[in-house]
């Protein structure tokens, strides 16, 4: 079974910049989950999609947004680049049934903000 | 809110040996889970072993084992027989019990594991 996928896996903005990051979960997964991570702030949960719908949201700005589409596939964008948006960001994804699930990272996109 | 504090930034151990790895968290909860992922230089995050706080027992994956104190809120790593494919960043996390809620991972600063040859 294929694992997560994200793409692209590097980018290169700069500032004012907007982007935009895919994930594809494994088949069969219907949460997606965005994590940011920094050297200097670690790893940070951005947001959990479930069947299209945003689950929770972490403290970021409203430049950080997200969904998901009907086959459980989720974008992320991020607006009006600053350069600490810089970070390696990561994708998981999960079946999310009754218990908690394990969540499962994609290989991430590292974005630079020049 | 849930905190999970990594209190050794960096280790080191021989090939062969066995290390151990602490993580304390903080919550109010009684029904959580816990787990510890690696993430060596290719920065893929890969889930290393897994524990519900409502299981006594403590999990076990091949040479990976943990101390699961629940009262002591002490969640421990221990690797035997380490490799040096175990070279990598261990990152200990934390999840609220599901059951409809939301599926946040709360993750500890990490520490730096170097296995030597």
């Known amino acids: 079974k294929a694992g997560v996928t994200q793409t692209p896996r590097y980018l290169i903005k700069t500032r004012g910049q907007q982007v935009t990051l895919s994930c594809s979960p494994i088949?069969?997964?219907?949460?997606v989950s965005w994590y940011q991570q920094t050297p200097g702030q670690g790893l940070q949960f951005l947001f959990e999609?479930?069947?299209?719908?945003?689950?929770n949201k972490g403290n970021f700005p409203g430049r950080f947004s997200g969904r998901q589409f009907s086959n459980s596939r989720s974008e992320m964008n991020v607006s009006t680049l600053e350069l600490g948006d810089s970070a390696l960001y990561l994708c998981?994804?999960?079946?999310?049934?009754?218990?908690?699930?394990?969540?499962?990272f994609g290989p991430g996109t590292r974005l630079l903000v020049l | 809110a849930q905190t999970v504090t990594q209190s050794q930034p960096e280790m080191s151990v021989q090939e062969a040996e066995t290390v151990t790895l602490s993580c304390t968290y903080d919550?109010?909860?009684?029904?959580?889970?816990l787990f510890w992922y690696k993430q060596p230089p290719s920065r893929q995050m890969i889930l290393v072993i897994r524990?519900?706080?409502?299981?006594?027992q403590n999990a076990t994956e091949n040479r990976f084992s943990v101390n699961f104190q629940k009262a002591a809120k002490s969640f421990s790593l221990k690797i035997s027989d380490s490799q040096l494919g175990d070279t990598a960043m261990y990152f200990c996390?934390?999840?609220?019990?599901?059951?409809?809620?939301?599926?946040?991972?709360?993750f500890g600063k990490g520490t730096k594991l170097t296995v030597n040859p």
């Open positions: 998981a994804s999960s079946k999310r049934g009754t218990e908690a699930e394990t969540q499962y």
């Open positions: 996390a934390f999840m609220s019990s599901g059951q409809g809620g939301s599926e946040k991972l709360v």
């Open positions: 999609y479930f069947s299209e719908t945003q689950r």
């Open positions: 919550t109010s909860e009684n029904n959580y889970y």
């Open positions: 524990q519900e706080a409502y299981k006594q």
């Open positions: 088949s069969g997964h219907r949460s």
